[in-house]
């Protein structure tokens, strides 16, 4: 159940081009392929490789050969190498968490077990799904749209939207002929939104 390989893959989206997330694989002696990413935020893409080439390099060096397993002994090994370069808190825990989600998944494979067992146990066998954020350019007005659009087909039920939320929402209450409410307005935090098309009747705003 050793660790033989660490991968790192730079993605790219309409919203970060360049790249903003990092795909982490972590492949073991026995076949299985753990999976997790992290978020690095940064327009020109340069921050999401640097955290590829950081996990591939140092973090990779330091858990390679051990057992699968060892999850909590994984994480202060890595931590070692975010405060060896003095980065406690910014693109190094960034790098460190896409490999610690990769390990959890990599362990619940490995024993057969969904990752809840491996953090206490299940509280509740259902839970309430939201988008955290869809980015909204006045000049790419389409792209949130049809983003938005695809997840209001998929059932969620709240939308976290960033900037130029209002006109977003008259396109979305014309489309779906449902009524969708604001939280807030303000950048940060996001604007937050829930929404619900009536079976039959008039439509009304939801308050949340």
């Known amino acids: 159940m050793k660790i033989t390989q660490v991968k790192a893959q730079v993605l ?4 970060y081009p360049n790249g903003g997330w990092v795909l982490v694989r972590v492949c073991t002696e026995d076949g299985v392929e753990g999976v997790g990413e992290c978020f690095v935020p940064d327009r020109d893409g340069r921050a999401a490789f640097a955290a590829r080439d950081l996990i591939t390099g140092s973090l990779q060096r330091v858990v390679v050969g051990r057992d699968v397993l060892d999850i909590a002994a994984h994480w202060e090994a890595m931590y070692g190498v ?3 370069i003095y980065d406690r808190r910014g693109l190094a825990i960034h790098a460190l968490s896409g490999v610690d989600m990769a390990l959890h998944d990599a362990a619940g494979k490995t024993l057969g077990v ?3 067992k491996l953090l206490g146990g299940a509280f509740r066998d259902q839970i309430p799904l939201y988008i955290s954020s869809v980015f ?3 000049e790419r007005f389409d792209d949130a749209l049809r983003e938005t659009t695809d997840y209001v087909q998929q059932g969620f039920a709240a ?3 960033l900037q130029n939320a209002d006109n977003l929402l008259g396109a979305m209450r014309f489309a779906f002929h449902a009524y969708f409410s604001i939280a807030s307005k ?3 935090p996001p604007t937050w939104v829930n929404y619900r098309r009536p ?3 008039p439509l009304h705003d939801l308050q949340i």
Not at 12 to 15: D, V
């Open 114 to 116: 969904p990752v809840h």
């Open 199 to 201: 079976r039959q009747g």
């Open 186 to 188: 303000e950048y940060s």
């Open 12 to 15: 790219q989206s309409y919203e």
């Open 82 to 84: 975010c405060c060896s």
């Open 136 to 138: 909204v350019e006045l």
């Open 159 to 161: 939308i976290g939207l």
